[in-house]
């Protein structure tokens, strides 16, 4: 069996993790976003703070489902083109 896909089958891939790691514009974006969250959750109250952690839980819950669409659907369209290219040999 593949090295690849033996990892895959173990759960040892992760490519929602390795991606945009050496991006700077996601890096410099993701720092920007957690200054201005520190920035607005001095300024709530508890009640207030409590809330945006619902509605983060909420946003990470529907980026989790978007994730795992894309990367379906990426892994699904890799395998068409590759089966297509394999074909028209």
């Known amino acids: 069996m593949k ?4 990892e895959l089958f173990y759960g040892n891939i992760f490519p929602s993790e390795r991606c945009g790691n050496n991006n700077t514009e996601i890096k410099a974006l993701t720092k920007r976003l957690c ?5 607005l959750c001095n ?3 508890n ?8 509605y983060d839980d909420l946003i ?3 980026y989790s489902l978007y994730n795992e669409e894309f990367f379906v659907y990426g ?3 890799g395998a068409k083109i590759i ?5 028209k040999e």
């Open 3 to 6: 090295e690849t896909i033996r």
């Open 35 to 39: 200054e201005g969250r520190e920035k």
């Open 43 to 45: 300024s709530l109250s």
């Open 47 to 54: 009640e207030q703070k409590e809330l945006l952690e619902q």
């Open 60 to 62: 990470g819950e529907m």
């Open 75 to 77: 892994f699904s369209l």
């Open 83 to 87: 089966k297509e290219s394999l074909d």
